[in-house]
């Protein structure tokens, strides 16, 4: 059973930064793409940011610049560093990722809250 596990949410004030962590357990393999997603309230899901297994990266607008996403591989562990955090980044943030296979297996973390309010 795969299950990711996110942590570093919380409450900052508008500029601040955070960094979310997603860790991974259950015997899978390298996975395939992961990112983070996040979904604020009356809102549907939006993808922040995803990256490959080679490292290839895509960003939301809305992060760009001031959001970096990265990964661990040989952990099967991605993180989100945010900065500049704005009180519209206020979601829950979370962590999604794909397995190998026909149909691609997916999945997704619980789910951490990001609160940006001064």
């Known amino acids: 059973q795969v299950q990711l596990v996110e942590s570093g949410g919380g409450l900052v004030q508008p500029g601040g930064s955070l960094r979310l962590s997603c860790a991974t357990s259950?015997?899978?393999?390298?996975?395939?793409?992961m990112g983070w997603y996040r979904q604020a309230p009356g809102k549907q899901r939006e993808l922040v940011a995803s990256?490959?297994?080679?490292?290839?990266?895509n960003y939301a607008d809305s992060a760009k610049g001031r959001f970096t996403i990265s990964r661990d591989n040989a952990k099967n562990t991605v993180y989100l560093q945010m900065n500049s955090l704005k009180p519209e980044d206020t979601a829950v943030y979370y962590c999604?990722?794909?397995?190998?296979?026909?149909?691609?297996?997916?999945?997704w973390g619980q789910g951490t809250q990001v609160t940006v309010s001064s």
């Open positions: 990256i490959t297994l080679a490292g290839t990266i």
């Open positions: 259950g015997s899978i393999g390298r996975l395939n793409n």
């Open positions: 999604n990722a794909d397995g190998w296979g026909i149909p691609r297996p997916t999945y």
